[in-house]
Nanobody, 122 residues
């Protein structure tokens, strides 16, 4: 059983940067696909982006491409989401999730964190 814990969320200003972390315990993530999702009030959960743990291949939603960077520290079993040039529309609860499948699809995620709030104020 994999446990995922997000950290780093806070309230920031438009244009600021913020880094979220997702620490995994219970299993090493080699072979997993890890993904960041977010959900704003009244909206569906949407994918932010993800990373193939073994190869490091990344994927980003168009809305964050060029501003957000996903990385991982294999030794720390931790995934990161570096968010730059934050906009008010980035305000949401951010979740990390993982699967043993080679997919970023929400429905294929096996494990979820509790989420952490990011608020971007103008």
């Amino acid at each position: 059983q994999v446990q995922l814990v997000e950290s780093g969320g806070e309230e920031v200003q438009t244009g600021d940067s913020l880094r979220l972390s997702c620490e995994a315990s219970g299993a090493f993530l080699w072979g997993y696909t890890m993904t960041w999702f977010r959900q704003a009030p009244g909206k569906d959960r949407e994918i932010v982006g993800g990373i193939s743990w073994s190869g490091g291949t990344t994927f980003y939603a168009d809305s964050v491409k060029g501003r957000f960077i996903i990385s991982r520290d294999i030794n720390k079993n931790t995934m990161y989401l570096q968010m730059n040039s934050l906009k008010s529309e980035d305000s949401a609860r951010y979740y990390c999730a993982g699967t043993t499948r080679a997919t970023f699809a929400t429905s294929d995620m096996h494990y979820w964190g509790q989420g952490i709030q990011v608020t971007v104020s103008s």
